[in-house]
């Protein structure tokens, strides 16, 4: 019998592209049918979309179980319906309807989300289940244009079963119609399940995209702090490595005002686990002008002051945020905070991110959807910040 086993969810969005996914339990073929959303009135209920025209159908005949459609030529911030058709001799599946909108464009304001560690770490619901399908589900309600995580999204990279039970089966309804990005964690255990089920662009463990007006950047702390050496370097993070290069590269490059980089263990946490080495990075992030840092592996919400040069600098320095999300755990935090915190708190929880051309919003929100912390960012397009 066939069924889909994951998805369908999205990749990668650009203004003109966008990547379907989707597992099924047998080989199948795969097609994409993109229609074009008509903007309806329809009295006292307002206005929604509907499908109207068939756009085009993207498809590949060979059969696969993990299907990989990128559907191309579209327009920029344009919502689109895309239903899939999967099919294994007799057997058919047609998904139905499920829409998705491509990146926006500079200028363009957008919103995502983050949350991590939905593994099942959580001091509150130790299956993961209950407490992972509650984030992603307010996550939801906020509508992002994407969802971003930080790693130890599974318990046991290696066993191909976790990623349904904590990711991909909780996660079902909203990375149906929300294109998700993450990176890995030590839990990933950099199993090939990463690489066969993500379509990040290569090689995929770290990876940089532009949405809006923001740059992101993707590293894998989990190489530059190998197990082996945990919560140690091996003094690899200089010019000739390969993610530092790459980072300096991306920056030195970047032409979008905002600068947000992600990777799983975080420099500065007044909790356990702190993994200090990884500071080495920080002089590119504030030769570069980066705005953000977000990290997880520490299961709490911590936000420090503005830093530069390990001091608190609230004229140009670099915000770090731990978005312990799902795995919130109260005994994670040490019992007096670091000249670096600025807030904290150990609640299940995710971040919501505005962004415009001079404007950065985060908002942390709990599980019950209470807001407990928010950053507010100007900056101008000399590269000046204020925390307003
Ligand atoms: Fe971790």
New binding site residues.
């Given amino acids: 019998m066939l069924s889909i086993m994951k998805g369908p969810y999205l990749q990668n969005p650009t203004e003109h592209t966008m990547t379907v996914m989707w597992e099924t339990s047998l080989p199948a073929t795969s097609r994409v049918d993109v229609l074009l959303a008509e903007r309806i009135h329809s009295g006292h209920q307002g206005n929604y979309k509907q499908p109207v025209d068939l756009f085009g159908t993207f498809a590949n005949e060979s059969p696969t179980r993990i299907h990989q459609i990128t559907v191309e030529g579209l327009e920029p911030g344009t919502t689109y319906y895309y239903r899939i058709y999967t099919q294994h001799e007799s057997y058919k599946i047609d998904s139905g309807f499920y829409m998705f909108k491509t990146a926006a464009g500079q200028g363009e304001p957008f919103s995502f989300t983050v949350t ?2 939905t593994g099942g770490y959580s001091g509150f619901d130790s299956s993961g289940g209950r407490i992972n399908r509650r984030i992603f589900n307010r996550m939801k309600q906020y509508r992002p244009d994407i969802a971003l995580f930080v ?2 999204v599974v318990h046991d990279g290696k066993l191909a079963e976790d990623w349904d039970k904590y990711f991909f089966g909780p996660g079902r309804d909203y990375f149906v119609d929300t294109p998700i990005y993450s990176c890995l ?3 990933e255990d950099n199993a090939s399940w990463y690489y066969d089920l993500f379509a990040f662009p290569e090689p995929k463990n770290f990876y940089a995209f532009y949405y809006g007006d923001a740059h992101f950047i993707c590293l894998d702390s ?1 190489d530059l702090i190998r197990k082996e050496d945990y919560p140690c370097s091996s003094g690899v993070m200089s010019p000739g490595n390969a993610q530092y290069d790459f980072l300096e590269r991306e920056l030195s490059t970047s032409n979008r005002r905002w600068k947000i980089v992600y990777f ?2 975080p420099p500065y946490i007044s909790g356990g ?1 702190q993994v200090e080495d990884l500071r080495q990075l920080c002089p590119v992030f504030e030769r570069y002008g980066v705005d953000l840092v977000i990290n ?4 709490v919400y911590e936000r420090s002051h503005p830093l530069t040069q390990g001091t608190v600098d609230y004229d140009n320095g670099i915000v770090y945020i731990v978005a312990g999300g799902a795995g919130a755990m109260p005994g994670w935090l040490l019992p007096k905070r670091e000249w670096h915190t600025s807030q904290s708190l150990a609640v299940p929880h995710f971040l919501q991110v505005v962004v415009t051309l001079d404007r950065l919003e985060v908002r942390a929100i709990d599980d019950e959807g209470r807001l407990f912390d928010t950053l507010r960012i100007r900056k101008s397009a000399e590269g000046k910040r204020d925390y307003i």
């Fill in positions: 991590s560690e790693g130890d964690g030590n839990h989990t799983h263990y686990y997880s592996h520490t299961i």
